[in-house]
């Protein structure tokens, strides 16, 4: 992963525009859906961070400030105050993994359009001339390497983000004792 990473830094250009333009229409696709992807990983972790901790010391002061805990009743209100916080933790981790596996399929897009872009230029010289072939070409890889960049350090922290969200879970109910 640090290899690929590398290469889009190294790659020849002189700017981000540059990349952006090398890359055709479908960089720039692969660019907002990496943006959208990247606000929603960095909310999570925000809220897993900051408001999760308030909203589960709101939650146990409710429950603690019950005098039943042990009713059948008592029970149905600590599952719904588990739930909503589980609920919370999870709210957009369904967004987060439609977004990974979508970037590479852009990528693939960003790869056809390029090779269209070939085939195009191949009709009309009537013959295959090498630089027009590299402008496709080009377009084709640039797109498909930076989807599969952004699907790649995607995974990563999503997986980790998950990881996070199901060991949360997991002690959510150690911390609402019964008694």
Do not use: C
């Not at 590398?6 to 055709?24: A, C, H, I, K, T």
């Not at 230029?121 to 084709?140: E, K, L, P």
């Not at 879970?169 to 004792?177: A, E, G, I, M």
């Amino acid at each position: 992963m640090n290899e690929m990473i590398r290469l889009v830094w190294e790659l020849p250009r002189d700017s981000w525009e540059d990349f952006l333009r090398l890359g055709g229409w479908v960089v720039q696709v692969i660019l907002v859906a990496a943006l959208a992807m990247w606000t929603l990983i960095l909310e999570r972790y925000w809220y897993l961070k900051r408001i999760h901790p308030m909203r589960l010391a709101e939650r146990r002061a409710e429950w603690t400030g019950r005098r039943d805990r042990r009713s059948w009743t008592a029970h149905r209100i600590r599952e719904q105050l588990l739930s909503e916080l589980k609920v919370g933790m999870t709210a957009t981790m369904p967004l987060i993994k439609v977004m990974v596996p979508l970037t590479p399929l852009l990528g693939l897009l960003g790869t056809v359009a390029g090779m269209l872009e070939v085939f195009d230029a191949m009709t009309a010289a009537g013959q295959a001339d090498v630089r027009a072939m590299a402008y496709g070409v080009s377009h084709a890889m640039v797109a498909t390497l930076a989807g599969l960049v952004v699907s790649l350090l995607g995974l990563f922290f999503s997986v980790r983000l998950a990881a996070r969200v199901r060991w949360e879970s997991d002690r959510l109910p150690d911390r609402f004792v019964t008694e």
